[in-house]
């Protein structure tokens, strides 16, 4: 049974900076991942990581892009506090190993990005995420005496004792099945968004929601589960993304009949406008008829000149090979919006603190909330990493007053009892894959770029049908070792959750914001509706909605064009 | 739509089975990849199927596995592809008959199986990674910035740090399945990460180190399955020359392999006779046929000069004389390579593709553009790393003025 000061789940860019952090604070830590950290789905964010590092450039205009960006729903204080502390970040990076972008003079380099005023993206040619995780796990691997990972452990419960704190979670190795209570003075959730409760997505198989639906379950608020991000490009089959990166580069964006669409709907940023703008233009072309017949529209890429493309957008050349069949070097690729990112999550403060005590999140999995309706290309990693520190850095001084807790031993029989009812299922049920697809393709088709009352109330009801469709799942492996049937049994179950909340954040949200777009309120109302939206279950499951207000401090609402 | 028959090897260490092949038809296009076509199998039909994956994309590393007999990502591989292989189990003689092209997918290599599709990653590729100091060894002082680095430099090191640690290099490795200490490809690679990369201060330990142990740079064979196995293009192999080249080159480290007079030996040999005289090889990588150190190596060789003499590959003639002399071609070559003030290196990663028409310049590169003064104070190369000795050994200077490319990396 390992005690932790600080237990950290999920090892994707917020759960290895919160590592670092908590141990060089001081802490024990112990970091769980249900698949091996370099194998987190940030390792797949491209384009790069925004900070206001340059000397011409100042915090204060990337916060405003990034306010502006978010329709004003982002918390202007959190939005302040990321944007000001994003340099010394940079720097931190940098000075671990990552290798950034150099330009001519040996310094750090930049490129443009949708929705920034000014050039302050650092890259790593267009495999930034990737570069950032295996220089973070190569510092894990620094300090692996102070900080104990444990590789492709699945965790299955947070624990809490009598007065509501949060005070470890129950886990199973997937090597052997076994179930260990981890206990720890706190936790920080950093599993990341719920992409797979969409069909196509642009997330890893991994990504399901794990933390998002535990928390939401033992009674923390959801908030922004409404705001889903679609990607503006997107591979039309499997939903694989092209960075926006290319259009960072100069790419552009071409309708069937090769008019540059986004000239009428983004007149000064063209492509790189916010990306709810970019995706709902794309969209729109489509549904009018002037995309292609496979409902995509065209990124051009051949605008980039081809050194600079094999140099800095290597790896969407192969995708576009691998994937796609074209050379993006020589022809337009066929792209269309496509589900990215969840701007929503567990409510936390600017310290990752949710609303249960003891319990912290970071990442995609959090909602602090800096990204509000809409999170501007780039600012995702540097949201994981600035709270993720921020996480590990207070869950560490909180652990120094609060004493070791322990667990009864009759969590662990519960949990063991829960796992070996999905493992004995007599079977009868629909397969699980057959539930996650219909579940997928019912968001994609009604919590999309364009919602509207009746879409969203049909997804409510085929969500509600699935939860109790959900446990009589079909599950083939009745073994221990490696047993990926059951923990995806277990993973339908929190995308359900996820799907739910998003469904009912998006049905009470009567009005067009950021990546809401409600076909029947297509105005944004802030007299109404500048807040956030929360969204609690009680012991009962039935989801109860409630409000909070946004953070104002110096950029009051306005219109928001491009 | 094409019809394969997809065999999955299984082992379930529980059901106290030994391992087998089930067999699965699936109907996809041919560009549909292995990955989709085990998932099918698995989200339709047998849901205890066991294979690591993700992202789907080719950068989480999660699925590497043997399909028909290479290793590779099994997302990015594309069924055609694996179905036209033709050797191992998945072999697809048409005379046989089969209802459907056959694509056999096993575990990995050089590591031991858990379940399935699944490996034993940690006790053997993890292992050899941590085996390198796989971190950045901060030159002091920090700088209060970020460091100033050539723009090359970071591009060059990218190459290695694209490495997704998928193990598809570990599992084919020849060295390493008769030396299972061989610290291998990815984690070598991972070396030159460091090497390679301006702002770490302990190259020359890391080399010396690297060096030094009998399992390390030296004990690489040069069998390319490396370089054809990833599927980054991070090309290993290429990685392990270029630390093989920094330590005996630059930091001229007499390693207690051997390593660095072989090399030395072997480039003198061919100065001397234009062509590779053999029987000088292995006396002179030891000093000369009187040097001591030499004597129980020849002693040790003898049974092969032996064989090789009974079978005609050798006379005593052609041993202990030099029929070869090398032609001024050769001269040439070796004065016009040795008279540069750098090396010249050639990567394909940074400079592109063979067909790119367009390149010019900084294809290849003359390595004096280079910083930091190593240990010695020299300057330490910058840049790329040989990738296509073939074309350089013949007038690499020609070939830079030309295209900046020379053979592709059409992968």
């Known amino acids: 049974m390992p005690n932790q000061d600080v237990l950290i789940i999920g090892a994707g860019l917020a759960g290895q900076r919160a590592a670092l952090a908590a141990a060089q604070a001081g802490a024990t830590v112990g970091i769980i991942s249900k698949v091996h950290p370099v194998r987190s789905h940030s390792v797949a964010a491209a384009g790069g990581i925004n900070a206001a590092l340059n000397p011409e450039d100042t915090w204060e205009s990337h916060a405003f892009d990034t306010v502006k960006g978010s329709d004003y729903l982002g918390d202007q204080d959190a939005i302040e506090v990321m944007c000001r502390e994003a340099p010394g970040e940079i720097l931190w990076l940098e000075h671990a190993g990552v290798t950034f972008h150099r330009n001519e003079t040996g310094h750090l380099g930049t490129r443009a990005f949708g929705g920034a005023s000014a050039a302050r993206t650092y890259y790593v040619a267009d495999i930034t995420g990737h570069a950032i995780l295996h220089v973070l796990y190569e510092q894990l691997m620094k300090h692996s005496t102070q900080v104990d990972s444990y590789e492709e452990w699945f965790t299955t419960d947070l624990l809490q004792d009598d007065d509501g704190r949060c005070i470890g979670a129950i886990c199973r190795n997937l090597r052997d099945g076994h179930l260990e209570v981890f206990n720890a003075k706190a936790v920080i959730l950093a599993t990341g968004g719920c992409g797979q409760a969409y069909k196509p997505t642009t997330n890893g198989l991994i990504v399901t929601g794990d933390g998002i639906a535990q928390a939401y379950r033992i009674g923390a608020k959801l908030m922004d589960m409404e705001m889903v991000q679609y990607h503006p490009t997107t591979l039309a089959g499997n939903g694989l993304l092209i960075t926006e990166g290319a259009r960072g580069e100069g790419a552009w964006l071409l309708n069937a009949e090769g008019d540059r669409f986004m000239e009428r709907y983004a007149p000064n940023k063209l492509e790189l406008a916010s990306r709810d703008v970019v995706s709902r233009a794309e969209q729109t072309e489509i549904n009018e008829g002037h995309g292609f017949p496979d409902g995509t529209v065209a990124l051009d890429i051949t605008k980039v000149p081809r050194r600079r493309t094999l140099e800095a957008l290597r790896e969407i050349v192969n995708i576009g090979r691998d994937f796609a069949g074209v050379d993006i070097t020589r022809e337009p690729i066929h792209i269309r919006p496509g589900q990215h990112y969840i701007m929503g999550g567990v409510k936390t403060d600017v310290d990752g603190q949710t609303t249960i005590p003891g319990l912290y999140a970071a990442g995609e999995v959090a909602c602090v909330s800096v990204h509000g309706g809409n999170r501007l290309g780039a600012n995702s990693l540097l949201d994981t990493l600035i709270f993720g520190r921020r996480s590990g850095e207070h869950s560490a001084a909180r652990a120094i007053q609060t004493s070791m807790p322990a667990t009864p031993a009759t969590r662990v029989a519960d949990a063991e009892r829960y796992i070996a009812a999905i493992i004995n299922r007599d079977g009868g049920g629909r397969r699980v894959a057959a539930i996650k697809h219909e579940l997928g393709e019912t968001m994609n088709q009604y919590a999309a770029v364009f919602r509207d009352a009746e879409g969203l109330a049909t997804a409510h009801e085929i969500i509600r049908r699935l939860k109790e469709e959900a446990p009589r799942a079909t599950v083939d492996d009745r073994g221990s070792v490696f047993n990926q049937d059951v923990i995806g049994a277990i993973e339908l179950g929190y995308m359900l959750d996820c799907a739910e909340a998003i469904v009912i954040a998006a049905e009470e949200r009567k009005e067009s914001r950021g990546a809401q777009f409600r076909t029947d309120f297509p105005k944004r109302n802030d007299d109404v509706w500048l807040k956030h939206i929360d969204v609690t279950v009680n012991g009962a499951d039935v989801p109860e909605v409630s409000y909070s207000p946004v953070t104002i401090t110096k950029w009051e609402p306005q219109e928001r064009t491009y | ?411």
């Open chain 2, 1 to 411: 739509m094409p019809a394969y028959t997809l065999r999955i090897r299984r082992f379930d260490p529980q059901s106290g089975e030994a391992p087998h092949w089930d067999e699965h038809t699936v109907d996809m296009p041919e560009t549909q990849s292995v990955l989709d076509a085990i998932l099918k199998v698995r989200d339709e039909v047998d849901g205890s199927v066991g294979i690591r994956c993700s992202c789907q994309q080719a950068i989480c590393g999660s699925c590497g596995v043997r399909m028909n007999g290479k290793p590779g990502l099994a997302c990015n591989t594309h069924l055609g592809e694996a179905a036209e292989r033709g050797h191992g189990v998945g072999w697809n003689p048409p005379e046989e008959g089969q209802v459907a092209p056959v694509i056999a997918v096993e575990p990995m290599g050089n590591m031991p199986v858990i379940r399935d599709l699944i490996v034993d990653m940690d006790a053997v590729h993890w292992k050899k990674i941590r085996r390198v100091t796989p971190w950045l060894v901060n030159q002091q002082p920090v700088p209060e910035r970020e460091y100033i680095v050539p723009h090359e430099n970071m591009v060059d090191v990218t190459q290695t740090m694209a490495c997704i640690q998928c193990g598809a290099c570990v599992s084919d490795c020849l060295a390493m399945e008769v030396d299972p200490l061989f610290v291998g490809p990815a984690a070598l690679a991972k070396a030159y990460r460091f090497v390679g990369d301006p702002r770490d201060a302990q190259h020359r330990e890391r080399l010396q180190d690297l060096a030094e142990d009998e399992h390390g740079i030296y004990d690489c064979t040069h069998c390319f399955n490396c370089i054809d196995a990833c599927p980054k293009g991070v090309d290993p192999m290429s990685q392990i020359m270029r630390l093989r080249r920094r330590a005996g080159s630059d930091y001229e480290i007499e390693d207690r392999n051997n390593g660095y007079r072989h090399e030395h030996a072997f480039v003198n040999n061919i100065r001397r006779n234009g062509l590779l005289h053999e029987a000088d090889l292995l006396p002179d990588s030891y000093g000369g046929k009187f040097n001591p150190r030499a004597v129980p190596e020849l002693i040790g060789a003898l049974p092969t000069a032996m064989t090789a003499l009974r079978r005609g590959k050798m006379t005593p003639k052609t041993a202990l004389g030099h029929p070869h002399k090398a032609p001024a071609e050769v001269k040439r070559i070796f004065e016009k390579v040795e008279g540069r003030s750098g090396r010249v290196e050639l990567n394909l990663y940074v400079t592109g593709y063979e067909d790119e028409p367009e390149a010019t310049g900084g294809g290849q590169r003359e390595t004096a553009t280079a910083a930091e003064p190593n240990a010695q104070g020299r300057p330490e190369s910058v840049g790329a790393g040989e990738r296509q000795p073939a074309a350089e050994s013949l007038d690499a200077d020609a070939v830079a003025s030309e295209t900046g490319t020379t053979e592709g990396e059409t992968r």
